[in-house]
Structure formats: structure tokens, C-alpha cells
Nanobody, 124 residues
Framework: QVQLVESGGGLVQAGGSLRLSCAAS????????MGWFRQAPGKERNFVAT????????HILDSVKGRFAISRDNAKSTVYLQMNSLKPEDTAVYYC?????????????????WGQGTQVTVSS
């Protein structure tokens, strides 16, 4: 079992930055690709970013490319989502997820473990 705990969400003005963290339990973190997804009010959950187990390969949603970055620290069993130049449309609950594979994926069905989510609200 893997438990994921997100932190770092909050209220920020448009143009501001936030850094989300997701701490994983267990000893298998370094063998798992990780992902960030988000769900805006009244909408489905969507892919944001993914990173492979070593951290060498990443894939970012086109609409946030250049503003968001995903990274990981395997020594700390933590994955991060750096969000810059935030816009009101980035407002959502952000979820961290882990998969039982070393490879990246943008498909939420490929993920086996999910965190509880952290709220990000961007005011205009």
C-alpha cells in the first residue's frame, strides 16, 4: 500500500505561484511514476503532469506548459508541482497519484494510488 499526502495548496492572486508537494509512504516510491491531476468545480478530473520513476522524463499538459513544472526527490519520497503565473482557470482540487510502473502516463486509469487532494484557488 502507498499513502499519498498533498500539501501546499491555498489562495493566491492571479500571476502568483504555488508549489505543491506530495509525500509518499512506503519504500517503493523510486520505482513508481507519479502524476498530478486536477478537478475544477463541476468538471471531470484532468491530467496536469507526470514524471517517470527516475525523474528523467516528464510530460506536461500543453495549456500549462511553460508555467508548471513537475519534479521529484526520491530520497524524500516526494513529488512536486511548481505552478507559476497562475490564472483563475487553474482553480481546482489538485491530486497526486502513483502508478505501479516506472513510465509516465497521462491516463488516470493507469494510476493505482491517489491522495486526498489539495485545493488551489486563484483569484482575479
Amino acid at each position: 500500500q502507498v499513502q499519498l499526502v498533498e500539501s501546499g495548496g491555498g489562495l493566491v492572486q492571479a500571476g502568483g505561484s504555488l508549489r505543491l508537494s506530495c509525500a509518499a509512504s512506503g519504500r517503493t516510491f523510486s520505482t513508481r511514476a507519479m502524476g498530478w491531476f486536477r478537478q475544477a468545480p463541476g468538471k471531470e478530473r484532468n491530467f496536469v503532469a507526470t514524471i517517470n520513476s527516475s525523474g528523467r522524463f516528464t510530460h506536461i499538459l500543453d495549456s500549462v506548459k511553460g508555467r508548471f513544472a513537475i519534479s521529484r526527490d526520491n530520497a524524500k519520497s516526494t513529488v512536486y508541482l511548481q505552478m507559476n503565473s497562475l490564472k483563475p482557470e487553474d482553480t481546482a482540487v489538485y491530486y497526486c497519484a502513483a502508478r505501479s510502473s516506472i513510465s509516465t502516463s497521462a491516463d488516470e486509469n493507469d494510476y493505482d494510488y491517489w491522495g486526498q487532494g489539495t485545493q488551489v484557488t486563484v483569484s482575479s
